[in-house]
């Protein structure tokens, strides 16, 4: 059983072109997640939503809109790719519970932006 | 702000020898620690975690972390490494006083190569 999936696995396309990432988890969990790695493997949040509601947004270009249409699944939006969005991204869920909330990692996309 | 230091971007190790990963963090708060491993080609796994309570934490692996909050350290170790132990180790960091909505700070990562 897949815990979080993403949507393509690979996607590879030209600058200046829109795409969009989709993202779902099946675990019942309220609060969803995307990272960017790049090439270096450095990883870092882009955004939070919790019960559709965002509440972690780093400083990511406005080219980046997440969408979140229910608690289950969290998409992200691309517009007018450049090349340095060439990266892995990953999406995660977690359950905000207590002080502590394990994030669990879908597979990743790898966006190559040409 | 926290973060997270991992020094050593690769370590080359021989199979069945001792391996420590090393993590070092920066925080002015009390802070819980992870470590994920990352195997090719795939998502981030949680590896384990230090929240409270004893410095020495285990994974059902063998991998062993103990957090030393004088040095500010949580390095990662196992007694005997196995070839499916290649992968990539992220050190990570988080405030446990924002509760449920925690942002996770991931080190740099470091490559484990097993050598046969």
């Known amino acids: 059983d897949t815990a979080v999936s993403q949507t393509p696995k690979y996607l590879v396309t030209q600058m200046g072109n829109d795409k969009s990432i989709k993202c779902e988890q099946n675990?019942?969990?309220?609060?969803m997640y995307w990272y960017k790695q790049d090439s270096k493997k450095f990883l870092k949040i882009m955004f939070s939503?919790?019960?559709?509601?965002?509440?972690i947004n780093e400083t990511v270009p406005n080219r980046f809109s997440p969408k979140s249409p229910d608690k289950a699944h969290l998409n992200l939006h691309i517009n007018s790719l450049e090349l340095g969005d060439s990266a892995v991204y990953f999406c995660?869920?977690?359950?905000?519970?207590?002080?502590?909330?394990?994030?669990?990692f879908g597979p990743g996309t790898r966006l190559t932006v040409l | 702000a926290q973060s997270v230091t991992q020094l050593d971007s690769q370590v080359p190790v021989f199979e069945e020898a001792p391996v420590e990963l090393r993590c070092n963090y920066s925080?002015?708060?009390?802070?819980?620690l992870f470590w994920y491993v990352q195997y090719p080609n795939q998502g981030l796994q949680l590896l384990l975690k230090?929240?409270?309570?004893?410095?020495l934490v285990e994974s059902i692996n063998g991998f062993e972390a103990e957090f030393n909050k004088s040095q500010t350290s949580f390095h990662l170790r196992k007694p005997s490494v196995h070839i499916s132990d290649t992968a990539e180790y992220f050190c990570?960091?988080?405030?446990?006083?924002?509760?449920?909505?925690?942002?996770?700070?991931f080190g740099t990562g470091t490559k484990l190569q097993v050598i046969p």
């Open positions: 995660a869920s977690s359950q905000a519970r207590g002080n502590y909330n394990e994030q669990f």
């Open positions: 675990l019942g969990h309220d609060t």
């Open positions: 939503y919790n019960n559709k509601e965002l509440i």
């Open positions: 925080s002015s708060v009390s802070v819980y």
């Open positions: 230090y929240l409270s309570g004893s410095t």
């Open positions: 990570a960091v988080s405030d446990p006083r924002r509760g449920g909505y925690q942002k996770v700070t």
